[in-house]
Nanobody, 126 residues
Framework: QVPVVQSEGGSVQTGGSLRLSCTIS????????MGWFRQYPGKSREGVAA????????DYADSVVGRFTISQENDGNTVYLQMNNLKPEDTAMYYC???????????????????WGEGTQVTVSS
């Protein structure tokens, strides 16, 4: 069973919206941190947003504040990334990740998260 399953991404025009989802089959009964990250070709993964499944506290990268929203289902095993007002610079491979070690705030440092999804492509055209 794949531990982290992501929805498909998509292609939109500038100003459009997409919603990504991520469902985990591990750490299901633990309070944890779940996050979204993205990676540009040839670059390291960068944090986008994170959420504490116990408190709902969220963290965002400065570049997405006011445009992206991370949320979760009540069971804390599915998270969403609602992306609005998308820009061409949001084009990247997006990854969902989970860290079973609860902390506040969760933070968006990729090194904190040991378990990753396979990624999904988001493309924003101008």
């Amino acid at each position: 069973q794949v531990p982290v399953v992501q929805s498909e991404g998509g292609s939109v025009q500038t100003g459009g919206s997409l919603r990504l989802s991520c469902t985990i089959s591990v750490y299901k009964h633990l309070t944890k941190c779940m996050g979204w990250f993205r990676q540009y070709p040839g670059k390291s993964r960068e944090g986008v947003a994170a959420i504490s499944t116990s408190t709902g506290t969220t963290d965002y990268a400065d570049s997405v504040v006011g445009r992206f929203t991370i949320s979760q289902e009540n069971d804390g095993n599915t998270v969403y990334l609602q992306m609005n007002n998308l820009k061409p610079e949001d084009t990247a491979m997006y990854y969902c990740a989970v860290d079973p070690r609860p902390r506040e705030p969760c933070g968006v440092r990729a090194a904190f998260y040991p378990t990753w999804g396979e990624g999904t492509q988001v493309t924003v055209s101008s």
